[in-house]
């Protein structure tokens, strides 16, 4: 976007969507490009507002005459536009009180207090499903795994729609604990787990054998292409002639991390993403600086593979500059942005789809590897999967290698 009198913090998605504790990329699987003030954005037309505000004032005379309890004038305002954004049936579009938007802002920068999950709403199943977890985290610590349910929050239980309240129902402050029900197949758990400081994304690499290095990372959050960028030439001191990154469970992120990483790989001046907006308006990413990454490089994927990570892995794909291993990605092609409203929070919502340098679609589509392989099936929820039984990263160890010859 351009630089018009806004503030801008670059975002992401996954989804799929994370809370100040976590529960992803700000309750949601996703990629976000910025927060923006806007105080001429008219988000309702006029006549529109007249009929919704002409039916309101009625349902208020009826409150008025005959609720018992007292009336919270700013809960009902609140209530009442949370209900309305609800209306779209978009679930990554999300209203955000004045009293949370700080902290909603705060929590896009890597470090949160809270069990350290990334979730989505899966309609098909109608829960709300685990994408990710945070290395070291309290979730990770209660044996919480990709691909779990979250049904119930201490009492309450949820649908899939309710992903931002079941969010909100898990906050609270460092130190204290929270109930959650989950299931994994045909098992029921009751866990107790207690908040904590969590650093979202704490990237990792290392050396495997025949001088192949290996980074992970499961979100693109601020500083996560510096982070690359310093653990690539870690490696490439130690003697790195191939590279493996592993984008298995990465539920997306900041956008312009996303490019910055693609940046290193490809060729000054070549598309990386088209964002495009509801008027069909194209706006294009370009790589702006000559490639750092000069060795070949596999990406691996999977379907908890989201938003940022299929943004990256389909502009190297379409490029040829990597492989992708592993099974297709989630399929989340749409970015958000958070706007501020004055007086009023702010709200995350759905703005622009994005493409492929080719112009391929990956929402609801993903991206389909070039190399297909599945895990064994006792593997395929496990979070963590010993080298020695990960076939996925076995045949990226010998694609890598092949990419030389």
Request: charged content about 30%.
């Amino acid at each position: 976007m351009d630089d018009k009198t806004i503030c801008r913090v670059y975002r992401t998605i996954m989804l799929v969507i994370l809370t100040s504790f976590i529960t992803f990329l700000l309750t949601t699987v996703g990629l976000y490009a910025y927060v923006k003030n806007d105080d001429d954005l008219l988000l309702i037309k006029r006549n529109q507002m007249g009929t919704i505000a002409s039916e309101l004032y009625t349902f208020r005379g009826v409150i008025d005459k005959y609720y018992l309890g007292e009336v919270d004038e700013q809960k009902l305002k609140e209530g009442a536009i949370a209900g309305y954004v609800a209306g779209l049936g978009d679930p990554y579009t999300q209203y955000i009180p004045p009293e949370e938007f700080e902290e909603y802002l705060e929590d896009t920068k890597g470090n949160y207090v809270g069990i350290g999950v990334i979730l989505t709403s899966d309609k098909e199943a109608d829960k709300v499903k685990v994408v990710a977890i945070t290395k070291d985290s309290p979730a990770e610590k209660a044996g919480i795994l990709p691909g779990d349910y979250i049904i119930g929050v201490e009492d309450k239980t949820y649908t899939a729609s309710q992903l931002s309240e079941m969010t909100e129902d898990m906050k609270g402050k460092e130190g204290t604990e929270v109930r959650l029900i989950i299931t994994r197949g045909e098992e029921t758990k009751m866990l107790t787990l207690k908040r904590e400081k969590v650093k979202l994304n704490p990237l990792e690499s290392k050396m495997l054998e025949n001088n192949i290095g290996y980074i992970n990372f499961t979100s693109f959050d601020e500083g996560t292409a510096e982070d690359f960028k310093t653990n690539y030439y870690s490696l490439k001191d130690q003697g790195m002639a191939y590279l493996i990154i592993d984008l298995r469970n990465n539920g997306g992120g900041i956008v312009d991390e996303a490019v910055k990483i693609a940046d290193y790989m490809l060729e000054k001046g070549k598309d990386i993403l088209f964002e495009v907006d509801k008027n069909g308006t194209e706006t294009v990413k370009k790589s702006e600086e000559d490639p750092i990454v000069d060795i070949p490089v596999v990406l691996l994927v999977n379907k908890n593979s989201a938003s940022a990570s299929e943004m990256l892995a389909g502009a190297l794909k379409d490029w040829g500059r990597a492989k992708i291993v592993g099974t297709t990605t989630f399929g989340k092609g749409i970015i958000q942005e958070v706007l501020s409203i004055k007086d009023s929070g702010g709200i995350k919502i759905t703005t622009n789809e994005y493409q492929t340098p080719n112009h391929n679609k990956i929402n609801k589509a993903g991206i389909e590897p070039d190399v297909k392989v599945e895990l064994p099936e006792e593997l395929k929820e496990e979070y963590e999967i010993p080298e020695e039984k990960d076939e996925q990263l076995k045949k990226a160890k010998e694609v890598v290698v092949q990419e030389q010859n």
